[in-house]
């Protein structure tokens, strides 16, 4: 307990009850701390006894105690003994935290880029708040923002309270907002701030430029990005929604439960060919295992044809698999694979590819006309065969510096230029 006064001192007090004078004993101001930093102001009010049904007689009475210093407050009522206690208080210097995980640390020094932004947007002391922003400059997290866009700020103005939007305020009057003039925008923003703001000209200016394309019922194929998507967890599984932008500003959507991907293509390591859902070869293929120069039977998937099997195990015996040869699959017509199984390429924000699909139906979002496709694929954009110009400077350049290398690496560089030239139309 800190007293406020420094005397520490308890002051006997009459008070009033609805029919009698009574005597308290009243303490000096004092701060109760909870912590380090905050505290409670309070004044502790005892009571001893009842005196008189007059003031005279209560006065008469406290003599009577032998109680010499004394005053009178009429405003202490009741019988029960109670403590009067402030709002909560702090000692914080004004470049401290005030509340949080970081409170007493100092705001000039700190990183903490969520608890200076909550300083600067809560805190009751405006040179506090001065302070935290002025360190989220610091850090770059708040930046200067002057443009020409003004706004409409509402402001208070008392009102009847049966006004519109009319609210009871600390001094007992009624008021609302209403339009006032226009003003400036205050010329500092947060960086998420500045990324909303960056995206609502880009949805003005996409606005601006997006038409519809085809007529519905067309199918398509187009080069476009995908500018975003979102994936919504319903009761019927995911639904997907895919925003893509083509070279001309045209919005393009799709709205389903199709997650796009780039399938894969399966390769046979073997003789180099890829293979495709499409090949007949797969209908009469069957998993094995084979390395080290040996079919390996506890290996294979699925039961193989008798004269399959055989084959395989004359081959073996007759050692016509070589150590370093491996094989995963064999057909029918006793013809080797060694499939590499293909990996996606899933779609992501700011990937261009070539989108193929039906325009399901012309829309608007935002004030964003949208073209709604369904029944969409993806697919890689090849791309474009070098020119002759091209190749021919590519040769150029490898043979400027050629000079420069020996051994293994002026090999490879000889290998390079040969492949190169190959490519010359």
Not at 88 to 112: C, Y
Not at 136 to 164: M, S, T
Not at 252 to 271: A, C, E, M, R
């Amino acid at each position: 307990m800190i007293c406020i006064f420094q005397t520490c001192q308890n002051m006997k007090t009459i008070g009033f009850t609805n029919t009698f004078y009574t005597l308290w004993e009243v303490s000096e101001p004092y701060q109760r701390f909870i912590n380090a930093h905050e505290f409670y102001e309070q004044i502790d009010h005892s009571y001893i006894q009842n005196l008189s049904k007059t003031l005279a007689g209560a006065k008469k009475k406290v003599a009577e105690m032998g109680i010499e210093k004394y005053r009178v407050d009429l405003e202490i009522r009741g019988e029960h003994s109670w403590t009067w206690k402030s709002e909560l208080l702090n000692n914080f210097e004004l470049w401290e935290f005030p509340f949080g995980k970081l409170a007493g640390q100092d705001i000039r020094l700190s990183d903490d880029v969520w608890q200076l932004d909550r300083t600067y947007r809560e805190d009751r002391n405006p040179r506090r708040r001065v302070i935290a922003r002025r360190r989220l400059i610091e850090l770059g997290e708040i930046i200067r923002f002057p443009h020409e866009d003004w706004v409409n700020f509402d402001e208070l103005e008392e009102c009847d309270k049966d006004g519109y939007g009319a609210s009871k305020h600390d001094d007992g009057k009624w008021y609302h907002y209403v339009p006032k003039a226009k003003r400036a925008v205050i010329p500092y923003i947060t960086k998420q701030g500045y990324g909303h703001w960056v995206e609502q000209q880009e949805t003005k200016r996409v606005a601006e430029k997006s038409q519809y394309i085809g007529k519905v019922g067309d199918k398509i194929s187009i080069e476009v990005v995908l500018k975003k998507d979102i994936t919504i967890d319903t009761a019927y599984g995911n639904m997907y929604i895919y925003s893509f932008q083509d070279d001309e500003g045209n919005v393009i959507v799709y709205k389903g439960n199709q997650f796009l991907i780039i399938p894969g293509v399966y390769t046979d390591l073997i003789s180099g060919k890829t293979l495709t859902s499409k090949d007949k070869v797969w209908d009469k293929m069957y998993n094995i295992g084979l390395s080290d120069g040996r079919w390996h039977t506890d290996n294979s998937g699925g039961r193989l044809p008798d004269r399959v099997r055989d084959w395989l195990r004359e081959e073996t015996l007759k050692g016509s698999f070589a150590k370093d040869f491996h094989a995963n699959s064999v057909d029918d017509n006793f013809t080797l694979y060694d499939i590499e199984y293909p990996k996606d390429k899933f779609i992501r924000e700011g990937d261009r590819t070539l989108l193929t699909g039906t325009i399901k139906e012309h829309g608007e979002y935002n004030g964003v006309k949208q073209t709604i496709l369904q029944r969409i694929k993806v697919a890689e954009i090849e791309p474009e065969a070098p020119s002759k110009a091209e190749i021919q400077s590519a040769i150029d350049n490898i043979e400027a510096v050629l000079y420069l290398f020996d051994g293994e690496d002026k090999a490879t560089m000889l290998a390079e230029i040969q492949k190169l030239k190959k490519q010359l139309p």
